[in-house]
T-cell receptor, first 112, second 116 residues
Framework: TQLLEQSPQFLSIQEGENLTVYCNSS?????LQWYRQEPGEGPVLLVT?????EVKKLKRLTFQFGDARKDSSLHITAAQPGDTGLYLC????????????FGPGTRLSVLP | EAQVTQNPRYLITVTGKKLTVTCSQN?????MSWYRQDPGLGLRQIYY???????DKGDVPEGYKVSRKEKRNFPLILESPSPNQTSLYFC???????????????FGSGTQLSVL
């Protein structure tokens, strides 16, 4: 069974601070995705990383896929209250990239 | 507007009373899936469907049924709900390009189910 762990589980920071959240597994994934979920809504895709070592940037968010494709990190620079939410990582179960296993999430709160 | 629509948004029921949660997508997606979300456990897949009349079990299928008679609809059926099925349920869909490595899942807004 492929499992994903995320850390920390909860994170509360002040506006303007930087932070990194982690997604780890003992399994290799063909691709890995990051989603953000806000209260009362479904998750929304932020990014997909496919190649080991890949780094993608989305404004103040930087995503990295580990060289061995077993782990990933999300770094947020100068966090803003609008970044508040539940961040979920999801690994593709097979080579076809449609069926995903999700981590438990990191709940981020950015205080003004 | 491209969307995945789930109904109802909230549902309170009693043990043993059959219920159906509907899911519909307007994007002509091949792939659809149901997840349940519980605190500390994240999203766990219940069932998924690669196409019409093609369904398969996910990680936690016990106590659930699904059907895919039309491409746009993928209802989740609880024949005899129990309290341990109290959860937040999400339906999701994607294009279903079999060889793509970057499929994007579109999620509905969720159904909060309470079984008393």
């Amino acid at each position: 069974t492929q499992l994903l762990e995320q850390s920390p589980q909860f994170l509360s920071i002040q506006e303007g601070e930087n932070l990194t959240v982690y997604c780890n597994s003992s399994s290799v994934f063909s691709s890995l995705q990051w989603y953000r979920q806000e209260p009362g809504e479904g998750p929304v895709l932020l990014v997909t990383v496919v190649t080991g070592g890949e780094v993608k940037k989305l404004k103040r968010l930087t995503f990295q896929f580990g060289d061995a494709r077993k782990d990933s990190s999300l770094h947020i620079t100068a966090a803003q209250p609008g970044d508040t939410g539940l961040y979920l990582c999801a690994g593709a179960r097979d080579n076809y990239g449609q069926n995903f296993v999700f981590g438990p999430g990191t709940r981020l709160s950015v205080l003004p | 507007e491209a969307q995945v629509t789930q109904n109802p948004r909230y549902l309170i029921t009693v043990t043993g009373k059959k219920l159906t949660v509907t899911c519909s997508q307007n994007m002509n997606h091949e792939y659809m899936s149901w997840y349940r979300q519980d605190p500390g456990l994240g999203l766990r897949q219940i069932y998924y469907s690669m196409n019409v009349e093609v369904t398969d079990k996910g990680d936690v299928p016990e106590g659930y049924k699904v059907s895919r008679k039309e491409k746009r609809n993928f209802p989740l059926i609880l024949e005899s709900p129990s309290p341990n099925q109290t959860s937040l349920y999400f339906c999701a869909s994607s294009l279903g390009n079999y060889y793509a490595t970057n499929e994007k899942l579109f999620f509905g807004s969720g159904t909060q189910l309470s079984v008393l």
